[in-house]
């Protein structure tokens, strides 16, 4: 468990996410609610972004089919969206042979999730340039669904990679 900000969050990948958020000024709710998924199952979502109106579940690998199903199923009870965003903050660069050697940002290692309206049913991973602009979007970086032009998003890109690297930095670790 990480101790961060008076806030014990129980993954580094949580911990990192928060840090992200706040550098980026996003305000966030850790760990909001619990969900009964069934009666069984206790679903407790990492975050709620309550100016996006939006739930963020991350994990540190690509995301289980049963992790998917989840989303599916907090979806279809609240009627907001649900993201999960698999990887640590980061912003990954590569060139890309495609666009005569320019490059491609991967903000999330594994890729970025989303349940919507527009897919019911399904938890769909976005392609990479997709991913990116749904993410400077759900973290309020942009202000609507259009495409986003190339030097804003190396501009956004930047600063995001501000925040992740401000997100990875050194925890307080408390064992239990």
Sequence with gaps: MIFHNGQIFRTATEARWARSFEYL????????????????FDYLPDFWLPEQNIWIEVKKEVPKLEERDRAIMLYEITGK????????PNVLSFSDPIRNGGYIYEIC??????V???NPGACIQFPS???NEAMMHVL?????????????????????NKA?????ENFSWIDY
């Excluded at 202000?143 to 956004?156: T, V």
């Design 25 to 40: 000024q996003v305000p966030y709710e850790y760990e909001k609610q619990v969900f009964k998924l069934d009666e069984s």
């Design 81 to 88: 969206k649900v993201y999960i965003f698999a990887g640590f």
């Design 140 to 160: 309020g970086l942009t202000k609507s669904d259009s495409p986003i032009q190339e030097d804003e998003f190396r501009m956004l890109t930047a600063r995001f």
């Design 129 to 131: 340039k997709t991913a």
């Design 164 to 168: 992740a690297n401000y997100g990875n």
């Design 116 to 118: 919507d309206d527009k």
């Design 109 to 114: 290692n594994f890729g970025t999730y989303v």
